[in-house]
C-alpha cells in the first residue's frame, strides 16, 4: 500500500492555510492508551501530534517564554474513548465533533469492531464511510487512518486478512473524500515489539511517538526525527525467556480481556473523554 508521506503533492496545510484546531476522535488508540501521562492519564499520538501543530502557530515574539501564547491561537480536543466500537464513536463523538467544527478531525474507528468474531469489515467499512461523509460536510479536513499490519502480533496475527480489507476499504474511502491518510499499515517502525506496550494491543510511548511524527508528515510538516528510524540492535532474547513472557502476558492480559468480553463489559465503562473542548494547550 501506498505510503502517503512519501508523495505529498501538496500538505494540507500549504492548501488551507495553518491549523488553528484539531479535534481527534476514536478508541483507545487516539486516546493515548499505552502511553501513560500523569494522574493516571494517558498521552498518546494525538496529544504528541497536537503539539506539533501547535509549534507551527509558534509566535516568534512570545516562543521564548514557555507560555500558552507562544502556540497563538491553537485549539485541542481528544473525544476519544477506549474500548469503544464504530457505532459508538459515531453516535457519541461525531456529532460533537461537528459542534466544535475544528480546521482538522482525525478519525480512527472500526478496529474494535474487525476483532470481534464474526464481523464483516465490508459492513464496517459502509458505516465508516457514512461517518467521513457526515464529518465532510462540518469540518475542515478529516485525516483518516488503517489499520496496522499484525503480522507478529500475537492473536491478531490470524486477523491480518480481515484488517488488511477494512485497510484497503478506507484508503478507498478517502479517495473518495479528498482525506488525507495516516497509513499505519506501512509505517514498518511499529513492527518492531518495542513499540507496543506489555499488553500488546496498544502502542508504547515510542511507538505512539512514531506514529505522531508520521501524521505531521503526511499533512506535509517538518518533523524533528523520521517515524521509520531503524531501532537500536537489541540482545537476543532465549526460547524459555519468551515463552515466560508469553505465560505473564496471558495471565496479566488475555485472559481478562476474553472475560471482559465474555460479561459484555468494556475497559472503557465509566470513562470520559479527556478533552471533550476546544482548549489551548
Not at 88 to 105: F, S
Amino acid at each position: 500500500m501506498a505510503d502517503d508521506s512519501r508523495n505529498i503533492r501538496q500538505g494540507v496545510i500549504n492548501r488551507q492555510g495553518a491549523i488553528e484546531s484539531y479535534a481527534a476522535i476514536g478508541d483507545s488508540f487516539t486516546e493515548g492508551v499505552g502511553d501513560p501521562g500523569p494522574n493516571g492519564t494517558f498521552v498518546g499520538w494525538a496529544d504528541r501530534f497536537a503539539v506539533i501543530l501547535a509549534d507551527q502557530l509558534l509566535d516568534p515574539e512570545t516562543a521564548q517564554d514557555g507560555t500558552a501564547a507562544a502556540h497563538g491561537h491553537f485549539r485541542y480536543a481528544n473525544l476519544a474513548v477506549r474500548g469503544r466500537l464504530l457505532d459508538q464513536i459515531v453516535e457519541e463523538q461525531v456529532p460533537r465533533a461537528k459542534e466544535l467544527a475544528p480546521d482538522l478531525v482525525s478519525f480512527c474507528a472500526g478496529g474494535n469492531d474487525i476483532i470481534r468474531p464474526g464481523t464483516d469489515p465490508d459492513d464496517v467499512a459502509e458505516r465508516f464511510e457514512r461517518a467521513v461523509a457526515e464529518l465532510t460536510r462540518s469540518v475542515g479536513t478529516v485525516l483518516v487512518t488503517t489499520g496496522f499490519d499484525t503480522r507478529g502480533v500475537p492473536v491478531l496475527r490470524h486477523l491480518r486478512g480481515k484488517i488488511a480489507t477494512y485497510t484497503a476499504h478506507v484508503r478507498s474511502i478517502a479517495d473518495r473524500y479528498d482525506c488525507p491518510v495516516l497509513d499505519l499499515w506501512s509505517l514498518r517502525s511499529v513492527q518492531d515489539r518495542r513499540a507496543w506496550d506489555g499488553d500488546r494491543l496498544h502502542l508504547s510511548p515510542e511507538g505512539h511517538t512514531r506514529v505522531a511524527l508520521r501524521a505531521a508528515q503526511v499533512l506535509g510538516l517538518e518533523v524533528p526525527a523520521d517515524p521509520d528510524q531503524v531501532w537500536p540492535p537489541q540482545v537476543h532474547r532465549r526460547t524459555l525467556e519468551v515463552r515466560r513472557d508469553d505465560i505473564h502476558w496471558a495471565r496479566e492480559y488475555l485472559v481478562p480481556w476474553i472475560g471482559r468480553r465474555l460479561r459484555g463489559e468494556s475497559s472503557g465503562d465509566h470513562v470520559e473523554a479527556k478533552r471533550p473542548d476546544l482548549l489551548p494547550l
